[in-house]
Each structure stands twice: as structure tokens, then as C-alpha cells.
């Protein structure tokens, strides 16, 4: 009798052993991997940020969900990236709310020259509800925002030629991002705006195709154009806040534990890249001094006054006057 037990005992816990094995091939097998594209390379601090939203997913959804991210503009450009995270072929993109504009007329309101008078006031309005609820106007056409992450201040850059006032644009060939607002911005300031594809700016750079565009620091080095382009000026004409954007049938599908997980590390590595921001713009001015970038800061003023028409238009436009008063009503409120 003895023996028996002792052998049912045996069989019991090899027969736990093997669906305990079978379960957990089960989970795996479940577990899904998620695609991640953006364009920018893997030292950037916005790639390191989202490799911490792909940690806390993981982290978060006990490794139900995994992150795979492909950097670089791999997918093609940020056009395309939203396009196949619109049809599912990808999960996740992290683009620029600029070249979301071409989707959606609310997003052109975050590239509204001098929309935000401040850094405080860039992130108290990001952080607010007007953000989320911009986050969910394409949801008809396929995906949402989750957060945002910031990507500083956009101001002028040129092969040789310091821009001390608007009128130092005239002649000058600046290319911005594919959005009718970036278009309109450098008109009213009197260059010759040339929308192109970020991928293709330091080449044309080099080639002499554009004589300037307008970026952050970090494009001086990570993207290297401090290379060719000499004379940074802080217009801070623009804080242009990347998106991150997630396909809707893929949300769906998730369990409310794994929306949860999502959400909660979308915020985090909003928080996380914060910190990572501010020392990569320390760090990239460091070392376009040393590749001979010479920075300067011209008044604000003239820039603000050319592109006055443009804020008299978003606070009319039906797509933008609700939230472009809201925005604007923050600081007022201060
Ligand atoms: C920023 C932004 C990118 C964008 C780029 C551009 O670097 O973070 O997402 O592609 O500007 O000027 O195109």
C-alpha cells in the first residue's frame, strides 16, 4: 500500500510537472511581440526612452507583451510609419505631431509657431486633458496617441548664414517637415520652404539643395548636420512634441491588464525621457561646439510678428479653435 502511494505520488507530480511545462509553453506561445518604428538612431535619447517604454510594458504585463523596435527610419519615413500603424502592418510609431498634421488637422496646432510661450506651459498642456483628448481624434481613421515625448525647441540652422531677423531668410532654401503649417510658418518669414523627409535633410545639406532647416540640438549630432551646418540661431519659433501612436484593432485585442501596462509606461517614459531630454541637448551643444556650430540668439519679436496671421487663423479654423483657446488660456490663467 505503502508503495502504491508512494508511486501515485510519483505520477501525480510528473503529471504536474508536464502541464505545469505545457501551460507555460502555452503562455509563451500567446505572449505577443509588438513592431516599434521611428526614425531616429540609437543613441538618440527618444530611442532610449522608448526602449524604457518597451522595458515597462514587458515589466508590467509579466511578459505577455514584447516590444521589438526598429530604429532609423527602417519602415520608411514618418509618412510611413503612420501609415502602416494605420493599416496594422506595424504596432507603434513615434513620430513627429508635425507630420501627423497630414492625418488630422488638430495636430498642425502643435506646429504653430510661438504656441507655447514656455517650457512650463509646453508641458502643462501636454500633460493635460486637451492633449489625451487630441490623442483620440484619429481614432477614426485607425489609431490613437498613448503620450508624447518632447523634442525641445525647433530654430534655425544654415550652412553659413546667421539669422539674426526673419528678413536674413529671404533667398534661403529652409527645409521643414511635410506640414502645411511648417510650409506656411516660412513663408510668412520670408525664406523658401522645401518639405522634405528627415531622412533626407543631411544630404541635402551637403549638396547644397537646402541652405538651412530648423531642428532641435540633438540633429546637430545625432544626426550629424552640424557637419555641414554652421550657424544655429535660437528662433524657438517652435516646441513640436513627438507622438507616440498605437494601431486601434491591436489596443483592442488586449486584455484591460495589458491596456493598463500600457498606458501606465506610456506616462513613465514620458517622465523618464524628461531627464534624458535635458542632458542630450546639454551633451549635443557640447559637441557641435566642437564640430564648429557657432550659436547665437537673435530677438524674438520680429519672428513673433511675421507669423502673427497664422495665429489669428488657428484661433478662427473650426479644427483648432477649441483647443488652440485652451492652450492659450493656460498661460493667460498663470
Ligand atoms: C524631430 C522629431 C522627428 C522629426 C524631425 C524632423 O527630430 O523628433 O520625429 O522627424 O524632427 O524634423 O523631421
Not at 497630414?102 to 498642456?125: E, G, R
Not at 481613421?141 to 531677423?165: A, C, K, M, P, Q
Not at 522645401?194 to 544630404?203: D, L
Request: aromatic share 8%.
Amino acid at each position: 500500500m505503502k508503495k502504491f502511494i508512494t508511486f501515485s505520488m510519483i505520477l501525480l507530480l510528473l503529471a504536474g510537472v508536464i502541464s505545469g511545462c505545457v501551460a507555460q509553453a502555452a503562455e509563451e506561445e500567446s505572449a505577443i511581440t509588438m513592431r516599434l518604428a521611428h526614425n531616429q538612431g540609437e543613441t538618440h535619447p527618444v530611442h532610449k526612452s522608448l526602449v524604457e517604454f518597451a522595458r515597462l510594458v514587458e515589466e508590467k504585463t509579466d511578459g505577455s507583451i514584447k516590444i521589438k523596435l526598429y530604429p532609423n527610419g527602417q519602415v520608411g519615413s514618418e509618412r510611413e510609419a503612420i501609415e502602416l500603424t494605420q493599416t496594422g502592418a506595424i504596432d507603434i510609431a513615434k513620430v513627429s505631431s508635425s507630420t501627423l498634421e497630414n492625418f488630422s488637422k488638430v495636430y498642425s496646432l502643435f506646429s504653430l509657431p510661438y504656441l507655447f510661450d514656455s517650457q512650463d506651459h509646453y508641458y502643462q498642456a501636454m500633460n493635460s486633458d486637451i492633449a489625451k483628448e487630441i490623442y483620440q481624434m484619429t481614432s477614426d481613421i485607425g489609431f490613437s496617441g498613448l503620450t508624447f515625448y518632447d523634442s525641445g525647441t525647433r530654430n534655425f540652422y544654415t550652412d553659413n548664414v546667421e539669422i539674426t531677423h526673419p528678413d536674413d531668410l529671404r533667398g534661403l532654401k529652409i527645409r521643414v517637415q511635410p506640414s502645411p503649417t511648417s510650409i506656411k510658418m516660412v513663408e510668412l518669414m520670408g525664406g523658401s520652404p522645401t518639405p522634405m523627409p528627415y531622412g533626407e535633410v543631411y544630404t541635402s545639406l551637403q549638396q547644397g539643395v537646402i541652405d538651412g532647416t530648423e531642428n532641435n540640438e540633438t540633429a546637430l549630432t545625432d544626426s550629424n548636420h552640424g557637419e555641414v551646418a554652421k550657424e544655429y540661431s535660437y528662433s524657438e519659433h517652435a516646441m513640436v512634441p513627438d507622438i507616440l501612436i498605437m494601431n486601434n484593432s491591436k489596443w483592442d485585442q488586449l486584455s484591460t491588464k495589458q491596456k493598463n501596462a500600457i498606458t501606465e509606461a506610456a506616462e513613465e517614459s514620458t517622465a523618464f525621457h524628461k531627464v534624458v531630454w535635458e542632458q542630450a541637448v546639454e551633451d549635443a551643444i557640447e559637441g557641435a561646439k566642437e564640430k564648429g556650430v557657432n550659436f547665437s540668439t537673435p530677438d524674438k519679436q520680429p519672428f513673433m510678428d511675421a507669423v502673427q496671421p497664422l495665429h489669428d487663423e488657428f484661433a478662427e479654423k473650426k479644427e483648432t479653435a477649441k483647443y488652440y483657446k485652451e492652450i492659450r488660456k493656460l498661460v493667460e490663467e498663470e
